[in-house]
């Protein structure tokens, strides 16, 4: 399964954006058995989960990411949402969204790009 993350772009430091994830049709029936996280990668660096959301709702973060962003989900819409206020120029990544423990197969990623 892989799942498709969008609404990344390009954005001045300190300002917002929101990364959307829709379930694919082929999991739309398990989706609200699973935790659900993003992750993001840097050039030359190692994947690092971001944020996790459970399928009730309870919320985990990296500490380089809290009270800046925001994880929600809505389960009958089968999608995953990362809110990311107060961006700065490390959170320029490529951002995924996968389970948590992730899948085998990833999804291409939204480039995130904050410029100081």
């Known amino acids: 399964v892989q799942l498709q993350a969008s609404g990344g772009g390009l954005v001045q430091a300190g300002g917002s954006l929101r990364l959307s994830c829709a379930a694919p049709r082929s999991i739309t029936s398990v989706f609200n058995s699973y935790v659900m996280a993003w992750y993001r990668q840097a050039p030359g660096k190692e994947r690092e989960s971001v944020a996790s959301i459970t399928v009730g709702g309870a919320t985990t973060y990296a500490d380089s990411v809290k009270g800046r962003f925001t994880i929600s989900r809505d389960n009958s819409k089968k999608t995953v949402y990362l809110q990311m206020n107060s961006l700065k120029s490390e959170d320029t990544s490529v951002y995924y969204c996968?389970?948590?423990?992730?899948?085998?197969?990833w999804g291409q990623g939204t480039q995130v790009t904050v410029s100081s």
């Open positions: 996968n389970a948590n423990p992730p899948w085998k197969k």
